[in-house]
């Protein structure tokens, strides 16, 4: 089937371009409009809106020396990724202070593991656990969701325990996390809770949480690395 014409002027629309490598053979390549395609259907699938796409590593400005250890930890993890992959300790968290950019520096690890070709997944925890809260009788719904968050190859679970917290809730994340954790699948997590506070308030889930992120747990403490009300 042939591409729409308006999209791309170097391959007329057909995704390829077609050279004459000699008299009586022709060479085919995919033409990069072809890998822009890919990328965009990458990050559509990750659960990452678009407008989330700005959040690059280059457009966190840190204002702090703390913000400044998170912006170097956020690239450190990734550029070790591939390393950490198949370590215990192969996940990330970002934990403290709403407003820090907790969510600019997960997303952009999100983003540049999806630009070299990780199945990434972000899921906005209250979004999601509601959700499944709201379908938990519709059996082959609530499972297809799990699974999804279970066997992503990275997982983002943005706000963690964020608002109000039943045992529903709590039993969803254990299954999520637990299975992680025992597969060995890394989870870049942010929450305003601190690494005392998650161990203290289920034991269960947060020291997973703790030993799946123990050499990149960033704490960030106090109300002046508070981007948004900063002057």
Not at 17 to 39: G, L
Request: glycine share 6%; proline share 2%; charged share 30%.
């Amino acid at each position: 089937m042939l591409r729409d014409s308006s999209k791309c002027p170097i391959c007329g629309g057909r995704g390829v371009i077609i050279s004459r490598s000699s008299m009586y053979q022709d060479t085919v390549a995919f033409c990069k409009c072809t890998e822009m395609d890919k990328t965009r259907i990458l990050w559509k699938n990750s659960g990452i809106e678009t407008e989330k796409n700005r959040l690059t590593f280059g457009k966190y400005n840190p204002y702090n020396k703390a913000t400044e250890s998170a912006k170097e930890a956020a690239i450190s993890y990734f550029k070790k990724f591939k390393d950490l992959r198949a370590t215990r300790k192969n996940s990330i968290a970002f934990l403290g202070q709403v407003g820090s950019g907790k969510s600019h520096l997960s997303v952009s690890i999100g983003l540049n593991l999806l630009a070299k070709g990780a199945h990434v997944i972000y899921m906005p925890y209250r979004d999601e656990t509601l959700k499944l809260k709201q379908n938990i009788l519709d059996e082959e719904f609530y499972a297809s969701c799990l699974r999804r968050y279970r066997l992503a190859e990275v997982l983002i679970i943005d706000d963690l325990f964020k608002g109000k917290i039943n045992d529903l809730d709590i039993n969803i994340m254990f299954e999520i996390v637990n299975y992680r954790y025992m597969n060995n699948l890394p989870i870049i997590v942010l929450s305003e809770f601190t690494a005392e506070r998650l161990l203290y308030f289920d034991e269960g889930i947060g020291s997973r949480i703790i030993e799946m992120c123990k050499d990149y747990v960033v704490e960030i403490e106090g109300k002046e690395n508070n981007y948004m009300v900063r002057e």
